[in-house]
């Protein structure tokens, strides 16, 4: 089992619609998660990062913490062209190692 | 957020060669630093992770000999790839951790070996 899981993608979603990214972990303990972008040919740009269960909201983007699920999701409101990237989820598990994801490729059609 | 950056963001350069990156964490210090190689349409490898005051911790498949690295200062890592071959030609990006374990990442730079 991987450390960190995604669907690969890719997603499409219309400009405008709600684009929801899912990620699952296997480590229980983890107490870090971050999201990550990263437009084709750039490196990763942090945008979210969570440490406790709930929603935490930044403009548009809400990243949800389900501990006791193990997972890890990214709302992306009125989506834009912009937003078309790929995704990644990373966790930092109890021993202190970071984990990422393979990423999921979103693509906001106009 | 904070910022890292890399230099050169470009080599070109000749098979035999050895380059050398730098990577800077510009308003904070960092003990740790990560060194990734992406190829096209690929995901991350962590290559190594780079530890002030100490010897890097290559994974597995990754020659230490091939892909030096010091990270002589809390602000700066180098990865020098020695006697660089077509095959190394790659993406590379490094970054810096900071408090609460979030990854900051360089620009990348691109290195193309002829």
């Known amino acids: 089992q991987k450390e960190v899981e995604q669907n690969s993608g890719p997603l499409s979603v219309p400009e405008g619609a709600i684009a929801s990214l899912n990620c699952t972990y296997s480590?229980?303990?983890?107490?870090?998660f971050f999201w990550y972008r990263q437009y084709s040919g750039k490196s990763p740009e942090l945008i979210m990062f969570?440490?406790?269960?709930g929603d935490k909201e930044d403009g548009r983007f809400t990243a949800q913490l389900n501990k006791a699920s193990q997972y890890v999701s990214l709302l992306i409101r009125d989506s834009q062209p912009s937003d078309s990237a790929t995704y990644l989820c990373?966790?930092?598990?109890?021993?202190?190692?970071?984990?990422f994801g393979t990423g999921t490729s979103l693509t906001v059609i106009p | 957020g904070a910022v890292v950056s890399q230099h050169p963001s470009w080599v070109i350069c000749k098979s035999g060669t050895s380059v050398k990156i730098e990577c800077r964490s510009l308003?904070?210090?960092?003990?740790?630093m990560f060194w990734y190689r992406q190829f096209p349409k690929q995901s991350l490898m962590l290559m190594a992770t780079?530890?002030?005051?100490?010897?890097?911790?290559?994974e597995q498949g990754v020659e230490k000999d091939k892909f030096l690295i010091n990270h002589a200062s809390l602000t700066l890592s180098t990865l020098t790839v020695t006697s660089a071959h077509p095959e190394d030609s790659s993406f590379y990006i490094c970054?810096?951790?900071?408090?609460?374990?979030?990854?900051?990442f360089g620009p990348g730079t691109r290195l193309l070996v002829l």
């Open positions: 990373a966790v930092l598990n109890t021993g202190n190692q970071f984990y």
């Open positions: 780079s530890n002030e005051g100490s010897k890097a911790t290559y």
């Open positions: 308003d904070f210090q960092a003990t740790t």
């Open positions: 969570i440490y406790s269960n």
């Open positions: 480590d229980r303990g983890s107490q870090s």
């Open positions: 970054s810096a951790v900071r408090d609460r374990g979030e990854q900051y």
